[in-house]
């Protein structure tokens, strides 16, 4: 007995130095705070699955509209009206489109989210303080999936970590996170800025 109790000594002084983990933040109170989530802006570092980094400022206005702005460059990154644009200065198109809902952003930029649908969430755990929580298209799983990482007190999207079907991973880290930020219709429309790039 002696021996058992100093054996686990160590392991009690360092549960008890450990910082305190925050408990997991329920799903529905993730979905409130995501439905609430209406527009906002934010600074963000995007660090791709070959270790490249990028920085720049995203805009939200849900549903369905993001925007990516890059800094130091003329690339940009639209989802709007089901599709999304990239607009890459180095391409001879002036934008590539796919449709929204092939990509696992549309879950987070949906009219309704309800994390309580049936194998919508296939990871919910703690992340040190944080809650993580792991998004898939329960009728397209193949479409990839985002893990998506919240704060509490107050709750808030911290980052993101894109999954595609080629199984690369992309983590968009926000700062700045501003939400009720409205930068108007014209930000998010993939024909007007076609039109401005080609002038």
Do not use: C
């Amino acid at each position: 007995m002696t021996l058992m109790r100093y054996a686990l000594a160590p392991v009690l002084m360092f549960a008890l130095a450990a910082p305190a983990w925050a408990e997991k933040i329920p799903l529905a109170d993730i979905s409130a705070y995501l439905n609430g989530l209406t527009t906002a802006e934010a600074q963000f570092t995007q660090v791709n699955s070959d270790g490249s980094k990028a920085t720049g400022k995203l805009y939200l206005k849900r549903p369905g509209r993001m925007r990516f702005e890059y800094a130091n460059d003329d690339t940009l990154v639209l989802a709007s009206g089901g599709q999304v644009a990239i607009f890459d200065p180095k391409s001879n198109q002036i934008a590539e489109q796919y449709p929204l809902k092939r990509t696992p952003l549309n879950l987070i930029l949906a009219d309704k989210i309800d994390l309580g649908q049936a194998k919508m969430v296939v990871g919910h755990e703690e992340d040190g303080s944080n809650t993580a929580v792991v998004v898939q298209d329960p009728e397209h799983p193949e479409y990839g999936a985002i893990r998506l990482l919240f704060s509490a007190n107050p709750l808030r999207l911290r980052q993101w970590v894109i999954t595609d079907d080629a199984g690369q991973k992309t983590a968009v880290i926000l700062d700045q996170f501003k939400p009720g930020v409205d930068p108007g219709p014209l930000m998010f429309s993939i024909t007007a800025e076609t039109d401005a790039r080609k002038k």
